[in-house]
């Protein structure tokens, strides 16, 4: 299940820069920084998984510091 939803993840994230490299409108920036950030999570759910705890943290740090910046483009 995990590998589905990083799939998933990947693929928002691809379209959303591509969508913004292509037409040259940045307004959906955040979501593709939200969505990174998710995929981060992810990602250190696996870490954690396979007992690599340190960069598990700073997968999770990622994706604390991405969900950050990603909260503050709305203001």
């Known amino acids: ?3 589905i ?11 959303l820069s ?12 955040f ?3 939200f969505f990174s950030g998710l ?3 992810t990602l250190g ?8 705890k340190v960069y598990a943290w700073l997968l999770i ?3 604390l510091f ?3 910046v990603s909260t503050q483009s709305f203001y």
């Open 61 to 63: 740090g990622l994706f």
């Open 45 to 52: 759910i696996e870490e954690f998984q396979r007992e690599r």
């Open 66 to 68: 991405s969900i950050y």
């Open 39 to 41: 995929l981060m999570l």
């Open 5 to 15: 939803s990083q799939f998933v993840l990947v693929i928002i994230v691809v379209s």
């Open 31 to 33: 979501l593709m920084v």
């Open 18 to 29: 591509a969508y913004g490299l292509i037409t040259r409108d940045y307004d959906l920036n």
């Open 1 to 3: 299940m995990l590998r």
